[in-house]
């Protein structure tokens, strides 16, 4: 993908023995194996038998082949998929893993995709892809949020190139009829390269983002059962490419993106959703854009990776450090073995955590890592 649009546009945590002898090393960060083809952020879904599916999305029309693969947690060995995304030229898609286990992806196609196509399935069981109903437009720098009800919000973007706004536009997608809807209320505020949290009591939260008027602290939370959008209070900092999670206790925790245009900054805020305001928590250790986050089952926050800004040269990074909502603060965790930004996280049944693949940019030079790393607490 494009550096200034991926700029623009990303593990693991310290655990402590409880025991008075002397504690049991963990085993930090290990080597799971080399990648078929690499990937970006947003592909990668852990299973209920801990393998891990990396589902086929392109970034851009000169990115790699959009190939899907499979890491089985014995072997470390990562396999390709026998058949080929059924849209291979879908680009800078969105995916999200339905109820039933298939995983949905939305993007944007210019090319050799057929009139309209801008949707696929793909079921792990019969590793299979499909194309379901499409949506109303082809969109890009967009998010995707499962409700309870295992129906998916499909949320702003561009719809258009050059993209010069997001959409306010929202579709909902049934995976029992595999068709998409028009949501009858959009959203408030144009917004692209945001992100979309599912609460607990079932709304979405929608935050930051970037549209004409600059990078935004404006947010709304979206009610499933009325369709209708409450605009909360703006968020202490502004945030772009940002990572948002979900905590134990209901808040949202949203985490570093742009502040400024090309500029990471390591801002976070936390979000109360029975009240509707939000407060400051505090900074991470390093400015981070395009950084991944994932709850960890301590209640803690992993946050790992991401891109950031030395003097002339944008350079990703390595290390990783955690939120204690206990201590309310960051603490330091042990960095990855590649540096990565824009990649992705999944959680294993266990607990430990898949990191794969991303970009690797370090003194002027772009390569992706085209590999994972296991981090097991």
């Known amino acids: 993908m494009n550096r200034q649009l991926t700029a623009f546009v990303v593990a693991l945590i310290f655990c402590l023995s409880a025991a008075v002898t002397p504690a049991i090393a963990k085993e930090g960060w290990k080597p799971a194996g080399t990648l078929i083809a690499d990937v970006q952020t947003g592909n990668a879904f852990a299973l209920n038998d801990g393998r891990v599916v990396s589902v086929g999305m392109k970034g851009n029309p000169d990115a790699w082949p959009a190939t899907t693969q499979i890491w089985n947690p014995r072997t470390k060995v990562w396999k390709a998929s026998k058949v080929k995304p059924a849209l291979p030229h879908l680009q800078m898609g969105a995916a999200v893993m339905l109820d039933d286990g298939r995983i949905l992806v939305t993007g944007s ?16 069981a019969t590793d299979t892809w499909t194309v379901p109903g499409q949506m109303a437009h082809g969109r890009y720098f967009h998010s995707m949020v499962k409700l309870l009800d295992g129906r998916v ?14 959409t306010l536009e929202v579709e909902v997608f049934d995976p029992k009829s595999d ?8 959203m408030t505020i144009h917004r692209v390269c945001f ?6 009591d079932g709304r979405v939260l929608v935050a930051g983002g970037y549209n004409p008027s600059g990078i935004l602290r404006d947010n709304e939370t979206y009610d499933p059962s009325t369709s209708t959008w409450t605009v909360n209070p703006p968020m202490k900092h502004r945030h772009v490419v940002h990572a948002a999670v979900l905590m134990q206790d209901g808040d949202v ?7 400024k245009i090309q500029l990471p900054c390591g801002d976070a805020d936390l979000f109360n959703p029975r009240t509707g305001m939000w407060k ?8 981070r854009s395009g950084l991944s986050a ?18 002339m040269l944008w350079q ?27 990649f992705s996280l999944a959680k294993l049944p266990n607990g430990k955590v898949l990191a794969v693949g991303g970009d690797q940019w370090a003194g002027g030079t772009n390569k992706n890592p085209g590999t994972a790393e296991l981090y097991t607490p």
Not at 153 to 166: E, F, Q, S, Y
Not at 179 to 186: A, E, I, Q, V
Not at 195 to 200: K, N, R
Not at 294 to 310: A, E, R
């Open 153 to 166: 919000l499909v949320l702003g973007g561009c719809v258009i190139d050059p993209c010069m706004t997001g």
């Open 253 to 259: 925790l949203v985490v570093g993106g742009d502040c």
């Open 294 to 311: 994932m709850l960890l089952q301590d209640g803690k926050v992993l946050i790992s990776g991401g891109l950031s800004y030395f003097g």
């Open 179 to 186: 068709t998409f809807t028009k949501s009858p209320m959009p």
């Open 109 to 124: 196609c210019k090319k050799d995709c057929g009139a309209g196509s801008n949707a696929e399935l793909y079921n792990i």
């Open 280 to 287: 400051s928590a505090g900074h991470m250790s390093a400015p």
């Open 316 to 342: 990703d990074l390595q290390s990783c450090e955690a939120f204690d909502p206990v201590k309310h603060a960051f603490v330091e965790e042990e960095p990855m073995a590649a540096q990565r930004a824009n």
């Open 195 to 200: 992100t979309a949290t599912l609460l607990d």
